[in-house]
T-cell receptor, first 115, second 121 residues
Framework: KNQVEQSPQSLIILEGKNCTLQCNYTVSPFSNLRWYKQDTGRGPVSLTIMTFSENTKSNGRYTATLDADTKQSSLHITASQLSDSASYIC??????????????FGKGTKLSVIP | DARVTQTPRHKVTEMGQEVTMRCQPILGHNTVFWYRQTMMQGLELLAYFRNRAPLDDSGMPKDRFSAEMPDATLATLKIQPSEPRDSAVYFC???????????????????FGSGTRLTVV
């Protein structure tokens, strides 16, 4: 069964500190992996997308890594800001080969950045 | 910036009433998705359309839910009759499926709307 597990479930850090969120997946056949940021009361917004041939991608202070061999990804946030407080969702895309494309969502990590 | 527009943003209704949620996908996108998000389950796929045709609606309770795309600029999700357990945030997302031969598909975009928060009392 395709699954995406994220850790930790929640995290509190001080403003200005760095943090790393983890994502492990058992999805096959892998197509791509995305990280989304979801602010409270809003829809998820894409941060990064990586295919199996990419092992790192950055978007400002966000850097995602991917190890397709161990099926792990991480999202590193540098110099956190109060506006980084949100849920971060790891999503793995599967090409079903039957003409459809599926996304498997993790349950997210809720990050709180405090002054 | 192009965006996916969902209406209404909030809906409170009584059990048994019909609820219709609407979504305007991004112009040029050929796929539309409906998701439901709850605290317990996270994001769950309800329906997936490509070129207005339903590809996967296995996540949708067929007895009360229906999803349609009457045209390329409008997707609807209807619940009839609504029940308290349907209370959740419903998201629409649109994207573009590109075919790369041998059945391989890559999806680009996946832009989410702001959601409809449904409360059934």
């Amino acid at each position: 069964k395709n699954q995406v597990e994220q850790s930790p479930q929640s995290l509190i850090i001080l403003e200005g500190k760095n943090c790393t969120l983890q994502c492990n997946y058992t999805v096959s056949p892998f197509s791509n992996l995305r990280w989304y940021k979801q602010d409270t009361g809003r829809g998820p917004v894409s941060l990064t997308i990586m295919t199996f041939s990419e092992n790192t991608k950055s978007n400002g202070r966000y850097t995602a890594t991917l190890d397709a061999d161990t099926k792990q990804s991480s999202l590193h946030i540098t110099a956190s800001q109060l506006s980084d407080s949100a849920s971060y969702i790891c999503v793995v895309g599967v090409n079903s080969g039957a003409g459809s494309y599926q996304l498997t969502f993790g349950k997210g990590t809720k990050l709180s950045v405090i002054p | 910036d192009a965006r996916v527009t969902q209406t209404p943003r909030h809906k409170v209704t009584e059990m048994g009433q019909e609820v219709t949620m609407r979504c305007q996908p991004i112009l040029g996108h050929n796929t539309v998705f409906w998701y439901r998000q709850t605290m317990m389950q996270g994001l769950e796929l309800l329906a997936y359309f490509r070129n207005r045709a339903p590809l996967d609606d296995s996540g949708m309770p067929k007895d009360r839910f229906s999803a349609e795309m009457p045209d390329a600029t409008l997707a609807t999700l209807k619940i009839q009759p609504s029940e308290p357990r349907d209370s959740a945030v419903y998201f629409c997302a649109s994207g573009f499926d590109a075919f790369r031969g041998q059945g391989h598909i890559t999806n680009y975009g996946y832009t989410f709307g702001s959601g409809t928060r449904l409360t059934v009392v």
